[in-house]
């Protein structure tokens, strides 16, 4: 029987659907983890308000050429799987009747639920949650499943993405008030997501020239030139090339 979480007592489940895939337990990385415990969590996260869904729409979203009894068949078996790994390890994530599957994100340490509530908040505290825990796509490192799956992924993974770009750029605008350090580390997340993000590279070059370390100012414009060249074949903007050359202008003062 799966442990209670106690109020103030550390989580001792890890899930990790962001990036790299993961779960563990007790800081220890569990092995032979059922895949589709990543996919079926987070679509019953990710659509549906209660988090619960029915029976007969997972069988589709992951079995649409398969008759329904096939695919009941089918979602049958991965729930046992599911939760007989979830009893050899003693927590609970999904749960299923009859008719409905549920997943309970309050019972463990899940980075795609701590990611969701931040992008809803406009605290420093949500923004250094959002540099911490967005480790990348959803399901970056899942294979492929279903068409009807991997057609709603594509769309929440865009989704995802393109909300946690927009939150840490606020930060470094000033729209959301946060520390210098924590502006610097906005920057440099924003580059783990998009390479050729021009504000994370303004604000890096800044940072560099303040500290009057014109070398490294000239290895960031350099790294911002390269990245645009091999990703979309241009060269920088002219607002940004020209904020270089102000920059680099005090070096001779």
């Known amino acids: 029987m799966a442990q209670t979480q106690k109020a103030g007592q550390p989580y001792r489940v890890t899930l990790n659907t962001l990036g790299v895939c993961s779960v563990k337990t007790d800081g220890r990385l569990l092995s032979s983890i059922p895949s589709n415990i990543f996919r079926i969590a987070c679509y019953l996260y990710l659509s549906s308000r209660t988090h619960t869904v029915s029976r007969q729409k997972l069988d589709w979203i992951f079995w649409p050429q398969a008759d329904h009894k096939q695919a009941a068949a089918n979602l049958r ?12 390890h003693d927590f609970r994530l999904i749960e299923a009747n009859f008719s409905l599957v549920h997943v309970d994100p309050s019972r463990l340490n899940w980075d795609l639920a701590t990611v969701i509530k931040a992008l809803k908040g406009n605290e420093p505290a949500d923004i250094s949650l959002l540099c911490e825990y967005y480790g990348g796509d959803l399901l970056a490192d899942i294979a492929e499943s279903s068409e009807p799956f991997e057609d709603w992924l594509a769309e929440r993974r865009a989704q995802l993405r393109e909300s946690v770009i927009e939150k840490l750029e606020l930060a470094l605008v000033g729209a959301i008030e946060v520390s210098p350090a924590l502006r610097t580390s906005c920057a440099h997340k924003l580059l783990t997501i998009d390479a050729s993000n021009e504000q994370a590279f303004r604000l890096l070059m800044m ?14 414009f350099q790294r911002y030139e390269r990245n645009l060249m091999e990703e979309f074949g241009v060269v920088g903007s ?7 050359a102000q920059l680099m202008g005090r070096a001779q003062l």
């Open 207 to 220: 940072e560099a020239a303040k500290q009057r370390d014109f070398a490294r100012l000239q290895q960031i």
């Open 77 to 88: 078996q991965n729930l046992v799987r599911i939760r007989r790994f979830q009893d050899e």
């Open 238 to 244: 002219a607002h940004t090339r020209a904020l270089y």
